[in-house]
């Protein structure tokens, strides 16, 4: 199992940008696709954008253009590039390892908070 901890989060004004990390440990992080995903209250938590161990990457429809993933396997770190922020994008943001992209058997951190209000 890998634990992971995320950081970066904090207050941004709208159109701003932030940048998400999360650092893996305990496993061998280049077999993971790596995820970030975010949950607002009262609604279930969905996925952000997500990773491939060879780089393919994935958006959901509300930040694509806007929010870039990336990872770096010799650091065993994810990042989350999130440039011309809305106020929707407020809530708690969660880094998922899943092995072989087997969310059953994944991994979560603990989450970062991301505000976005003038």
């Known amino acids: 199992q890998v634990q992971l901890v995320e950081s970066g989060g904090g207050l941004v004004q709208p159109g701003g940008s932030l940048r998400l990390s999360c650092a893996a440990s305990?496993?061998?992080?280049?077999?993971?696709?790596m995820g970030w995903y975010r949950q607002a209250p009262g609604k279930q938590r969905e996925l952000v954008a997500a990773?491939?161990?060879?780089?393919?990457?994935s958006y959901a429809n509300s930040v694509a253009g806007r929010f870039t993933i990336s990872r770096d396997n010799a650091k065993n770190t994810v990042f989350l590039q999130m440039d011309s922020l809305k106020p929707e994008d407020t809530t708690v943001y969660y880094c998922?390892?899943?092995?072989?992209?087997?969310?059953?058997?994944?991994?979560w951190g603990q989450g970062t908070r991301v505000t976005v209000s003038s």
């Open positions: 305990g496993s061998i992080f280049s077999m993971y696709v």
């Open positions: 998922n390892a899943a092995p072989g992209g087997d969310l059953k058997r994944s991994s």
């Open positions: 990773i491939t161990s060879d780089g393919y990457t």
